[in-house]
């Protein structure tokens, strides 16, 4: 085997250009959920505001590869709170939804698997500890900012239920292998 045959064997496989376009595509709807999901559906809280957009990133990061769905995450975000009223909050959002996204694997022919359900326990800690941490930043002090922790409790919790419900639905549906979105490199339970 020569040189040129051994970098062969090793590349990975080359995505379809049919790939590639839905992955740009549900990149696109994805930062387009966690919009609509944090910007309209929320309730204010503390010195934010509670919502269930996090459930959408939890969903992109299941069907698109983690720079994606990180990207999805951090776009839909950032407009949501720039174009709410809350664009202080935008910077620590971006990096908070980018995070969380890598926690999830895309690398099974389902969305609910046993990594994306764990998966659940350190986004909310990023996305609780995050907020926490940025808000201390913002007002110069750590305790005040303690009293927002119920309302990213909440968003956590809500959050996760919307994506185990819009997961399982996925799953029962199919809908993973009906748009081509199985990962094509080795899978994982």
Same mark, same amino acid.
């Given at each position: 085997?020569?040189?040129? /045959?051994?970098?062969?064997?090793?590349?990975?496989?080359?995505?379809?250009?049919?790939? @590639?376009?839905? /992955?740009?595509?549900?990149?696109?709807?994805?930062?387009?959920?966690?919009?609509?999901?944090?910007?309209?559906?929320?309730?204010?809280?503390?010195?934010?505001?509670?919502?269930?957009?996090?459930?959408?990133?939890?969903?992109?990061?299941?069907?698109?590869?983690?720079?994606?769905?990180?990207?999805?995450?951090?776009?839909?975000?950032?407009?949501?709170?720039?174009?709410?009223?809350?664009?202080?909050?935008?910077?620590?959002? @971006?990096?908070?939804?980018?995070?969380?996204?890598?926690?999830?694997?895309?690398?099974?022919?389902?969305?609910?698997?046993?990594?994306?359900?764990?998966?659940?326990?350190?986004?909310?800690?990023?996305?609780?500890?995050?907020?926490?941490?940025?808000?201390?930043?913002?007002?110069?002090?750590?305790?005040?900012?303690?009293?927002?922790?119920?309302?990213?409790?909440?968003?956590?919790?809500?959050?996760?239920?919307?994506?185990?419900?819009?997961?399982?639905?996925?799953?029962?549906?199919?809908?993973?292998?009906?748009?081509?979105?199985?990962?094509?490199?080795?899978?994982?339970?």
């Amino acid at each position: 085997m020569n040189l040129n /045959e051994t970098a062969q064997t090793n590349a990975k496989p080359a995505r379809s250009a049919k790939t @590639a376009r839905y /992955e740009m595509v549900l990149t696109g709807v994805s930062a387009a959920l966690v919009f609509v999901f944090t910007a309209f559906l929320h309730i204010p809280s503390h010195t934010g505001y509670t919502h269930v957009g996090d459930a959408f990133v939890f969903l992109a990061a299941c069907l698109l590869p983690a720079p994606n769905a990180a990207l999805a995450g951090g776009i839909g975000a950032v407009l949501a709170d720039g174009l709410t009223g809350y664009a202080i909050w935008a910077p620590g959002s @971006a990096v908070i939804k980018a995070v969380t996204a890598l926690f999830f694997t895309r690398r099974s022919e389902k969305v609910l698997t046993l990594r994306n359900l764990l998966a659940l326990l350190p986004a909310g800690v990023i996305c609780i500890g995050g907020y926490y941490l940025y808000d201390a930043v913002i007002t110069g002090n750590f305790i005040a900012p303690a009293a927002g922790i119920p309302g990213y409790v909440t968003q956590w919790v809500l959050s996760s239920a919307l994506f185990l419900a819009v997961g399982f639905a996925f799953d029962r549906l199919r809908l993973k292998e009906r748009f081509g979105l199985l990962y094509e490199g080795k899978k994982q339970k």
